[in-house]
């Protein structure tokens, strides 16, 4: 498989994903780029079980993106790693993304019902939704956090 992630500069720099910030609006800002082009953007934190539901309603805008947008990263969350293979195989790998971010490290109590940085605690989850996330064809990476009780 061929990976952005070994084409890049070294240090390389990139945008962190933000909840009601990095939307596709915000990435097209020439003053971000003016000021420190990141050489990644991530997209916000889309919802795989959401999206599995009801569809692009329940993801708002997140994973919207232009073809020129070049290496852009989806990043995804949920507990249910079918979920996860569902919105990445049929969905991000179609839109054209470059790679694929497994968000584990949210604190947000209202991610931690059924995710986010509960997948910490449960190593098999977690297990199950990379290799969920790999059929999808493209580079994974995780974000998570050094334990728990750091959250
Ligand atoms: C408004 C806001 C929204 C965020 N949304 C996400 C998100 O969708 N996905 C994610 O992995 N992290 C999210 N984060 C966490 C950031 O990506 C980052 O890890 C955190 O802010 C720590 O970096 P800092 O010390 O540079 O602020 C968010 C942070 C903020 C402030």
């Known amino acids: ?7 890049l500069p ?14 596709v609006v915000f990435r097209h800002v020439d003053k971000l780029k ?3 082009a990141p050489d990644i953007f991530f997209t916000e934190f889309a919802n795989a079980t959401g999206w599995v539901h009801a569809g ?6 997140r994973l919207i993106k232009t073809d020129d947008e070049h290496p ?7 507990g249910e790693p ?11 790998a179609e839109l054209g993304f470059d790679g694929i971010d497994i968000n584990m490290g949210c604190p947000a109590k ?7 940085a509960a997948l910490i605690r449960r190593p098999d989850i977690a297990v199950a939704a990379i290799a969920a996330a790999k059929t999808a064809g493209l580079p994974v ?11």
């Open 34 to 36: 003016q000021a420190g």
């Open 10 to 23: 070294q240090p390389f720099f990139i945008l962190a994903p933000m909840e009601a910030v990095t939307d």
């Open 56 to 61: 692009d309603k329940a993801i708002a805008g």
């Open 1 to 7: 498989m061929t990976s952005f992630w070994n084409d």
């Open 82 to 92: 079918g979920d996860m293979e569902a919105i990445l195989s049929l969905h991000c």
């Open 72 to 78: 852009l990263v989806a990043q995804i969350w949920g």
């Open 110 to 116: 209202s991610a931690i019902k059924s995710g986010g």
């Open 141 to 151: 990476s995780v974000k998570t956090r050094l334990g728990y009780t750091y959250c």
